[in-house]
Each structure stands twice: as C-alpha cells, then as structure tokens.
Nanobody, 121 residues
Framework: DVQLVESGGGSVQAGGSLRLSCAASGYTDGSYCTGWFRQAPGKEREGVAWIDSDGSTSVADSVKSRFAISQDNANTLYLQMDSLKSEDTAMYYC?????????????????WGQGTQVTVS
C-alpha cells in the first residue's frame, strides 16, 4: 500500500508563502492520481490541486494563480502556496488513488496522509 507523509505546514501572515511536501512510498506501476485536499472545521473536504494519470496538473479555481502542484523523481509531491489568504487556513492532506477515477474527487482516493495544518493570519 501507498504511504504518504506531509510536512511544511505552519503559521504565516496573509500574503506570505508556504511549500508543503508529501513523501510517498509504495507506488507501483499503473494508473493513479496524486493530489492535495484541504478541510477547515465545519466545511467539506475540497480538492486543491492534483496530477492525473497522464501527468497533467490541475488546480481548483479557488486557488488558481496562487497555488501550484509538482512532483519530483524522488516520489515527493509538493504544493507551492503563494499570496496566502486567511480563507486558506485548513488542514491540508496529500492523497493518492489507484485505480484512477476522477482525480478531482476525494471519493476516488484510497490513500491519505495524516495532514499538516496551515494557518494564515
């Protein structure tokens, strides 16, 4: 099974930047999605950014032009967050899905990290 461990969260002032990292292990050949989701108290978990099975990247409209997702050859997934706003405050989770369905849907993901807290003030 895939194991995911997030890091890089913390507190930052509005307008600042953070980069989240997710160390992944246990991947096998095949079709899969990787992505970042976030959840604030009282709100549903929402997709933030993801990479689909063909390697294309997407970001949610709510963070477009501010966030970017990438993945390196060391099996580390990144979320670069710039121009942070207070409404970005949430627990951020990295996730992976195999087999692949819709990469923007949390229900398609079967592997999850424990989350890292991002607080913007």
């Amino acid at each position: 099974d895939v194991q995911l461990v997030e890091s890089g969260g913390g507190s930052v002032q509005a307008g600042g930047s953070l980069r989240l990292s997710c160390a992944a292990s246990g991947y096998t050949d095949g079709s899969y999605c990787t992505g970042w989701f976030r959840q604030a108290p009282g709100k549903e978990r929402e997709g933030v950014a993801w990479i689909d099975s063909d390697g294309s990247t997407s970001v949610a409209d709510s963070v477009k032009s501010r966030f970017a997702i990438s993945q390196d050859n060391a099996n580390t997934l990144y979320l670069q967050m710039d121009s942070l706003k207070s409404e970005d405050t949430a627990m951020y989770y990295c996730a992976a899905a195999d087999p692949v369905g819709d990469c923007d849907s949390a229900s398609e993901y079967n592997y999850w990290g424990q989350g890292t807290q991002v607080t913007v003030s």
